[in-house]
């Protein structure tokens, strides 16, 4: 109990230092994923020491199976709501492996596009060498696992690891995804009985599919869900990571924003309904990102305006994209039925770090007045005011 509380307190001292840090955020997060890993293996190891103590005395054997199969519980009544899916498999990988030694394991899921399994996860050396044929091939034993629901031996496509297991995954009934583990040896899970792998999914199973719901909560935060854009609060996570790398590189580096509006957007609400205005949105929405580069950001805000991190941008890209965003307008016709048509039209403004701020919300405060301002003027326009005039 004392070593827990102190891996407790422990752990929160160090996530409170590392939130007062001034690292970026992506440092921040990837210390933030391995110190979660770190202290859930100091968990488990400690709970099943505690276990081992009131069992009897100590032994030098490695842990049995029964024991590990019991980790793999501990690990999901802890983390069950706070691990995502990459974290959760490397912890199960770390733990299965002691029981069955692999080389490489995968995380299979069905694709966006329905047509087969995609590789969401990896483990060990050489696993990423390994192409998305193990789950796209219909023949391939993770596509057989789904399919028939069942434990599935034999030979992977890998050439490098071609002794396979691939185990189902099942939740509320139904398979959602295929444990596989692959190995160089041809007799590496000659010794493993299917009574193994099947313990091992059903102790997995819980925690993997827990972790998936932790991805796509934390994806739902951060995604606008009438455009499927990212939101602002990911618009200032990305920006926030640009402005760092362009501060520590002031002299090569730079970033421009840009703040969106749509024209007469509340008279398209008001006159067609909010059904149709979404719709509207959605359609401007590809619009204007089709004129954006493939590395801009492009997230919608709330209500009808639309953000845009432009990395490496100067002012004057900054401006002529800007420029180019509204000629992309001029005839632009939205359909909103079969006999009716509105203008698509919108506002813009930008702003470059350091001439225009050098924090992410003085940023957006001069994009949004230069936006402002050139609402005043007819047809729509950039208008480009200096510092003194902004800030």
Known sequence: MIVLSGLSLAGIVGSFYLAQSDLEMSIKTGILSVMVVFFGAAFIATLMRARSQAAGPAVSEPLTTDADLLALDDAHALFRNTLG???????????VNRMIPFDTALLLTPDDEGD?????????????NIS????????????????????????????????????????????????QMMAASEDAFAVNSDQTFKSVAERTAPLI?????????????????????????????????????????????????????????????????????????????????????QMDFFARSAGDEFLAILPTASAEVALDIAGRLSSSMIGYRIMINET??????????????????????????SARTRRDQSKGSEPPRVVWFSREYVN
């Open 116 to 128: 087969g399994l995609s590789i969401a996860r990896r483990f060990g050396v050489g696993a990423e």
């Open 209 to 293: 599919r827990a972790s998936m719901s932790v991805d796509q909560s934390m994806s739902s935060s951060y995604t606008d869900l009438i455009t499927n854009l990212p939101n602002e609060r990911a618009f200032f996570l990305i920006l926030d990571n640009q402005l760092a790398e362009a501060s520590r590189n002031r002299s090569d580096r730079t970033v421009s924003v840009l703040a969106v509006d749509v024209k007469n957007f509340d008279e398209i609400n008001s006159k067609y309904g909010h059904v149709i205005g979404d719709r509207f949105l959605n359609n401007l929405a590809g619009r204007i990102k089709d004129q954006l580069r």
């Open 340 to 365: 009716e048509s509105v203008d698509a039209d919108i506002y813009v403004g930008y702003a470059t770090y350091d001439a225009d701020g050098d924090t992410s919300s003085k940023l957006l405060a």
């Open 132 to 179: 998305n044929r193990e789950g796209k091939a219909a023949e391939s034993l993770a596509s057989r696992a789904f399919r028939e629901g069942k434990l599935i031996r034999g030979r992977a496509t890998s050439l490098e690891f071609p002794n396979a297991v691939a185990v189902p995954l099942v939740n509320a009934g139904g398979v959602f995804a295929v444990f």
């Open 85 to 95: 899916s990459g974290d959760a498999f490397r912890l199960v990988c770390s733990r």
